[in-house]
T-cell receptor, first 111, second 114 residues
Framework: DTAVSQTPKYLVTQMGNDKSIKCEQNLGHDTMYWYKQDSKKFLKIMFSYNNKELIINETVPNRFSPKSPDKAHLNLHINSLELGDSAVYFC??????????FGPGTRLLVL | AQSVTQLGSHVSVSEGALVLLRCNYSSSVPPYLFWYVQYPNQGLQLLLKYTSAATLVKGINGFEAEFKKSETSFHLTKPSAHMSDAAEYFCAVSDGNAGNMLTFGGGTRLMVKP
């Protein structure tokens, strides 16, 4: 069984659109994350979330918002997409001490 | 504030040779340190992590890393490279707060020649 899954795997959309990426983990972990990897492979934390607290990287535009319907899911919603949002977005989870399992990534291309 | 520097964006070794990937960090608090591997078109996989216990940390796939506070380093090594080790490797440091907010280095692409 896949530990951390993301959908969709690929997402191609126009500037200005709103889109969501879904993430689910079946590990029972308390903490989930979203990371952005740019075209140069640079990884940046966007959000860290558990059932107690949301930690936001202050450099992330407020067009990005995490939504967690339950402990096993942390979806990423993006409003008014821009060209610079094109990247690979990774979801991850852990019980403690930093992200342990990463999802396969969602490749977002904004045209 | 924390930062991570990985020396060498590309490292090439022959199969069977020693693998050494360098990582230096900067942190204002005692750090947690991590190494991840990313195979093409896949997500990251945790190789090993240092959380203030033993300074020599053993990970998966025969990798290990040694925390050296005096050198602010956490280099990754493997005695004998295998073709399947070819991938991108990332070093990361946390703020010590349960390692939730990691700062990653720029990555090192390891190439293994037959």
């Amino acid at each position: 069984d896949t530990a951390v899954s993301q959908t969709p795997k690929y997402l191609v959309t126009q500037m200005g659109n709103d889109k969501s990426i879904k993430c689910e983990q079946n590990l029972g972990h308390d903490t989930m994350y979203w990371y952005k990897q740019d075209s140069k492979k640079f990884l940046k934390i966007m959000f860290s979330y558990n059932n107690k607290e949301l930690i936001i990287n202050e450099t992330v535009p407020n067009r990005f918002s995490p939504k967690s319907p339950d402990k096993a899911h942390l979806n990423l919603h993006i409003n008014s997409l821009e060209l610079g949002d094109s990247a690979v977005y990774f979801c991850a989870s852990s019980q403690e001490g930093g992200p342990r399992y990463f999802g396969p990534g969602t490749r977002l291309l904004v045209l | 504030a924390q930062s991570v520097t990985q020396l060498g964006s590309h490292v090439s070794v022959s199969e069977g040779a020693l693998v050494l990937l360098r990582c230096n960090y900067s942190s204002s608090v005692p750090p947690y340190l991590f190494w991840y591997v990313q195979y093409p078109n896949q997500g990251l996989q945790l190789l090993l992590k240092y959380t203030s216990a033993a300074t020599l940390v053993k990970g998966i796939n025969g990798f290990e890393a040694e925390f050296k506070k005096s050198e602010t380093s956490f280099h990754l090594t493997k005695p004998s490279a295998h073709m399947s080790d070819a991938a991108e490797y990332f070093c990361a440091v946390s703020d010590g707060n349960a390692g939730n907010m990691l700062t990653f280095g720029g990555g090192t692409r390891l190439m293994v020649k037959p």
